[in-house]
């Protein structure tokens, strides 16, 4: 079965930091591109980050260029996000998703984040 | 990177059949065949329901098919039950390994 199990959420204040991790299992994580997905309060979702199967290729979406840095270990099994500089507005549940066929195929639970003073 | 625009909301009674539309650009949608439908439920992690615009994973039924023309995607739900009350969205593959997202819509079983 595979699953995807999101940690390292909690509270911080503007301008900190915070590294949320995804440990895969049940699939060939190696194989994969891999994606961080957030939804903030009452809207909808959002790519901010992806990372090709090697780890060689990241992707950003705009608004969190330069503050966010995604990363894997294919040996762990895991997948990393690491968000500097953090601000109110990225106040969200962060899924991993596993991506297939251009789009995430299988997601986890998520781990809130919430950016406050 | 611009959202897909999506309705937000849509309504039906059981039984009855309901249509979202998810309207992008060549860039996205109308360029390529990587077009996805996820439910999510209130507290819950999105499910995919259709991949690559029409096929749909294992176990979900098909009540829910999917289709494209042009630079809009189309989500419908057939003999809708009280279950299928649940936020809806759209993805599309925008090339260079990019992915957008609709803004949602929210389904309302009356």
């Known amino acids: 079965e595979v699953q995807l199990v999101e940690s390292g959420g909690g509270l911080v204040q503007p301008g900190g930091s915070l590294r949320l991790s995804c440990a895969a299992s049940g699939f060939t994580f190696s194989s994969y591109w891999m994606s961080w997905v957030r939804q903030a309060p009452g809207k909808g979702l959002e790519c901010v980050a992806n990372i090709n199967q090697d780890g060689s290729e990241q992707r950003y979406v705009d608004s969190v260029k330069g503050r966010f840095s995604i990363s894997r270990d294919n040996a762990k099994n895991s997948l990393y996000l690491q968000m500097n500089s953090l601000r109110a507005e990225d106040t969200a549940v962060y899924f991993c998703?596993?991506?297939?066929?251009?789009?995430?195929?299988?997601w986890g639970q998520g781990t809130l984040v919430t950016v406050s003073s | 990177q611009s959202a897909l625009t999506q309705p937000p909301s849509a309504s039906g009674s059981p039984g009855q059949s309901v249509t979202i539309s998810c309207t992008g650009t060549s860039s996205d949608v109308g360029g390529y065949n990587f077009v996805s439908w996820y439910q999510q439920h209130p507290g819950k992690a999105p499910k995919l329901l259709i991949y690559?615009?029409?096929k749909r994973p294992s176990g979900v039924p098909d009540r829910f098919s999917g289709s494209k023309s042009g630079n809009t995607a189309s989500l419908t739900v057939s003999g809708l039950q009280a279950e299928d009350e649940a936020d809806y969205y759209c993805s599309s593959y925008a090339g260079n390994n990019n992915l957008v997202f609709g803004g949602g819509t929210k389904l309302t079983v009356l």
């Open positions: 690559e615009v029409s």
């Open positions: 998703a596993r991506r297939s066929s251009g789009s995430p195929d299988c």
